[in-house]
């Protein structure tokens, strides 16, 4: 079902084992396909504004997961004398044949995945419905193509798809958590830099400052211009010693 993209309820009962046809591409290589436009008003149940698809579901030859060697499987225990795709499984199953010759009936077919998922133990209640969100979601997660997706899932336009597909997972989640960690450390980090290049400079400042200060009064206390001595005096050759006394 995850292959196709189905719908969640509509349309299982009419599912038959011819719906899905076994064939080969131009590479001979296996794949299924249905053999039916769902959107065809005359499968009821289904919802004709949706576009008809041509979904193939190929296979993966020697992998225990094989799709197509999962639905031979199950087509082959099949009761013979039933045509539904759904049958009752048998209390007592045969080697070759495990279904009663009785279809699965509508309500049943609707809580098939709530049951599944309560059978199995799962923390997740799943629905039907979860099959078809898997599938627009998984796809879109891995870049697929919007119009590639629709084609799958049936869906006539963007908006419409855009309601099937889930949020960002867990892995994303923590992603955008550590991204504003780091956007909010480096915010602290830019504004603590900030204020201590403030404080450098005002200190660098109030240093040139004193110094400043320190050299003018020494200048004061040692005014050369009190050597009045010199005065208009013209002095050529010889070595000259000056020594300067502080009486303070």
């Not at 049958?87 to 309500?107: D, E, H, V």
């Not at 010693?241 to 009486?247: E, P």
Request: glycine content about 6%; overall charge positive.
């Amino acid at each position: 079902m995850l292959n196709f993209g189905r719908r969640g309820q509509e349309g299982l009962t009419d599912l038959k084992k011819t719906t899905y046809a076994k064939c080969k591409d131009d590479k001979g290589q296996e794949y299924y396909k249905m053999t039916y436009n769902e959107c065809d008003k005359t499968h009821h149940g289904v919802d004709s504004k949706e576009n008809s698809r041509d979904v193939r579901m190929y296979a993966k030859p020697g992998d225990i997961h094989c799709p197509v060697f999962s639905l031979d499987f199950y087509l082959g225990k099949l009761s013979p004398r039933c045509t539904a795709f759904f049958q009752q499984a048998l209390q007592y199953p045969k080697p070759t044949i495990w279904y009663a010759a009785q279809p699965i009936g509508k309500n049943k077919l609707a809580s098939m995945m709530s049951r599944i998922s309560e059978e199995a133990g799962l923390s997740i209640r799943y629905t039907n419905h979860c099959l078809r969100a898997t599938v627009a979601t998984g796809l879109k997660r891995e870049g697929v193509d919007d119009r590639a997706i629709m084609s799958v899932t049936g869906h006539r336009n963007v908006k419409s798809l855009d309601s099937y597909i889930e949020g960002p997972t867990d892995k994303q989640r923590r992603e955008l958590s550590n991204t504003l960690q780091r956007v909010a450390t480096a915010n602290s980090d830019s504004a603590l830099n900030e204020n201590k290049t403030e404080s450098n400079a005002s200190a660098t400042s109030a240093q040139n400052n004193s110094c400043q200060i320190a050299v003018s009064s020494s200048l004061a206390r040692n005014p050369l211009s009190d050597l009045n001595i010199f005065t208009n005096a013209t002095i050529t050759g010889g070595t000259i010693n000056i020594n300067m006394v502080n009486k303070e």
